[in-house]
């Protein structure tokens, strides 16, 4: 449940851009946290008629949750229930990367929305050195993206994605 409670956290306006309302798990969350939202019936009219004709998101890493015993609601708080992975390796920043990471994802929006994927933003940060010639070797980043292309190729050509 744990899982479920981070994706619900993480991606909970993905269901508002695209269903037009907000889900009724993040409505009963803001209630248990005693949010007040000042919801108008035209803010819900406006909700319900600029829904998204396509889902837009950036990937960087993959994120990875546990529950403790001290969690039963499964209350989800970034960063404090995040764990690393031990099998993958991690930027000089701590980004875990994680190139299959992006084909989960591309999997999640389609099964979950069944409409076209644009990824806005996806490559690797580092802190670049300048060579003496004035190039920098990011071998590291080139790397990554072929690995993220890689897998982005899968969930297209293997998984059924229909990727803008």
């Known amino acids: 449940m744990m899982s479920v409670s981070a994706m619900h956290r993480r991606y909970?306006?993905?269901d508002v851009?695209?269903?037009?309302?907000?889900?009724?798990?993040?409505l009963n969350y803001f209630d248990k946290q005693g949010f007040n939202l000042d919801i108008?019936?035209?803010?819900i009219?406006?909700?319900?008629?600029?829904?998204?004709?396509?889902?837009?998101?950036?990937?960087?890493?993959?994120?990875v949750t546990k529950a403790t015993e001290d969690n039963s609601d499964f209350n989800y708080v970034e960063p404090h229930h995040l764990v690393k992975k031990p099998y993958i390796k991690t930027s000089e920043w701590g980004w875990q990367i994680d190139a299959i990471g992006i084909r989960y994802s591309l999997n999640w929006f389609w099964d979950r929305f069944q409409l076209p994927i644009f990824i806005v933003e996806n490559s690797f940060g580092a802190v670049d050195s300048v060579e003496s010639d004035g190039m920098i070797d990011d071998q590291y980043?080139?790397?990554?993206?072929?690995?993220?292309?890689?897998?982005?190729n899968k969930a297209i050509f293997e998984d059924g994605i229909d990727l803008i």
């Open 12 to 14: 909970w306006f993905t």
């Open 17 to 26: 851009h695209v269903r037009g309302s907000y889900p009724l798990y993040m």
């Open 40 to 43: 108008t019936e035209d803010d």
């Open 45 to 63: 009219d406006l909700l319900q008629t600029g829904c998204v004709d396509y889902i837009g998101f950036s990937y960087y890493m993959s994120f």
């Open 141 to 152: 980043r080139i790397d990554y993206l072929a690995a993220h292309i890689r897998e982005m």
